[in-house]
C-alpha cells in the first residue's frame, strides 16, 4: 500500500499511518470534500469515527462507509445521521449477497451532508 502510494501521490497526498482519534487531535485542520472512514468497524468506533471527522465535513461532503452488510457499522452509520446537528442524505446503501463481494465488497453506503 505505501509503495503504490508514494509511485502515485503528488504534492498534494498525504499518508498518516496513526489512529484517527489521534489524527482529528493533532494533525487535521482543513474541511474534508470526501471521507471514508476504513478502521474498526465496531459500533463505537464507527460512530466515532464519523463524529470526529464531522466538524472537518464540507458543505455537500461525501462519506462512504464499507463494510456495511456487518451489524454494526451499519447501524453505527443510522444512528450518525439521526444524533447530528447536521442533516445528510444517502445516496447509495448496497448491500451485497456474500462477503468479499467483488462489486462492493462487504456492502456499501454513500452519504452527502445537505446541511
Given at each position: 500500500?505505501?509503495a503504490r502510494?508514494?509511485?502515485y501521490?503528488?504534492?498534494?497526498?498525504f499518508?498518516?499511518?496513526?489512529?484517527?482519534?489521534?489524527?482529528?487531535?493533532?494533525?487535521?485542520?482543513?474541511?474534508?470534500?470526501?471521507y471514508?472512514?476504513?478502521?474498526d468497524?465496531s459500533?463505537?468506533?464507527?460512530?466515532?469515527?464519523?463524529?470526529i471527522?464531522?466538524?472537518?465535513?464540507?458543505?455537500?461532503?461525501?462519506?462512504?462507509?464499507?463494510?456495511?452488510?456487518?451489524?454494526d457499522?451499519?447501524?453505527?452509520?443510522?444512528?450518525?445521521?439521526k444524533?447530528?446537528?447536521?442533516?445528510?442524505?444517502?445516496?447509495?446503501?448496497?448491500?451485497?449477497?456474500?462477503?468479499?463481494h467483488p462489486?462492493?465488497?462487504?456492502?456499501?453506503?454513500?452519504?452527502?451532508?445537505?446541511?
Amino acid at each position: 500500500m505505501n509503495a503504490r502510494f508514494h509511485t502515485y501521490k503528488s504534492d498534494q497526498h498525504f499518508l498518516y499511518e496513526m489512529d484517527y482519534r489521534a489524527y482529528f487531535a493533532e494533525v487535521h485542520r482543513d474541511q474534508i470534500g470526501l471521507y471514508l472512514y476504513d478502521g474498526d468497524h465496531s459500533y463505537d468506533n464507527q460512530l466515532n469515527g464519523l463524529r470526529i471527522a464531522e466538524p472537518f465535513f464540507s458543505e455537500n461532503c461525501c462519506i462512504v462507509v464499507d463494510d456495511t452488510n456487518r451489524a454494526d457499522p451499519y447501524q453505527a452509520t443510522l444512528d450518525f445521521i439521526k444524533t447530528s446537528a447536521n442533516a445528510y442524505r444517502i445516496l447509495l446503501d448496497q448491500k451485497t449477497c456474500i462477503p468479499d463481494h467483488p462489486t462492493f465488497w462487504d456492502g456499501i453506503m454513500i452519504l452527502q451532508r445537505v446541511s
